[in-house]
């Protein structure tokens, strides 16, 4: 059994279809763009990580043969998966039930956080080796990222999806595990994360230096 999976929830950047809250300020097309670039810095995260030690990366797509998608796979050498249709439990029940047969810990996060530290998905993997399960909080009441050893599956009962309950849903959900916590973390979702962000780079562009080139880029329109 191979050590560590990292599994990616990824969409298709199409104009109309991803970070649509975002439109109001960019347009469709504009949001999609800024969501490209998102996913572009996450997988870079990833593959930093990825080269530090025995750990697999692949993608969960909300959309079945994307060109964009499929580039994605092959630049990262990260083989691409479908996410069933239903609720987000039943796509991370999904990644969780083909993770756990194979990897010994799974861990899988989102792509609405460029900036997420390298050293947080590495907290969250070091986390595993005591605890069954890990969260990584988001600002929205959320989280970031969830991981799961020892084979056992989260259980995702009657939790809150995009809402600010999700997380301690999720905990409430689990509450016979010890769940471990990581330092919180930010995604962008709302217009006003954009202002985090945005600071965030004015003081560190290389944190995420494709999302950075995009905001610039999405200014001069």
Known sequence: MELAQLAVFVRPPTAGK????????????????????????????????????????????????????????????APARLQPEGDLGVKLGAAFD??????????????DAP????????????????APMVLGPANDGGYYAIGASQSVRPS????????????????????KRNVALLAPWYDIDEPEDLDILRAHLSV???AAPATARQLAALAQR
């Open 18 to 77: 991803v970070k649509t809250r975002l439109a109001g300020l960019f347009g469709d097309r504009g949001a999609a763009e800024l969501y490209h670039a998102f996913v572009e810095d996450t997988l870079r995260m990833c593959s930093r990580l990825r080269a530090a030690g025995r750990i697999d990366v692949t993608l969960w797509s909300a959309g079945p043969e994307d060109k964009i998608v499929s580039d994605w796979a092959g630049r990262f050498d």
């Open 98 to 111: 083909e993770g756990l047969r194979c990897y010994e810990r799974v861990v899988i996060i989102g792509s």
């Open 115 to 130: 900036t997420l530290p390298i050293g947080l998905i590495g907290a969250a993997l070091a986390s595993l080796e005591d």
């Open 156 to 175: 995702f009962e009657r939790v809150r999806w995009s809402t600010p309950d999700a997380l301690q849903d999720t905990v409430t959900a689990n509450v």
């Open 204 to 206: 560190d562009p290389k």
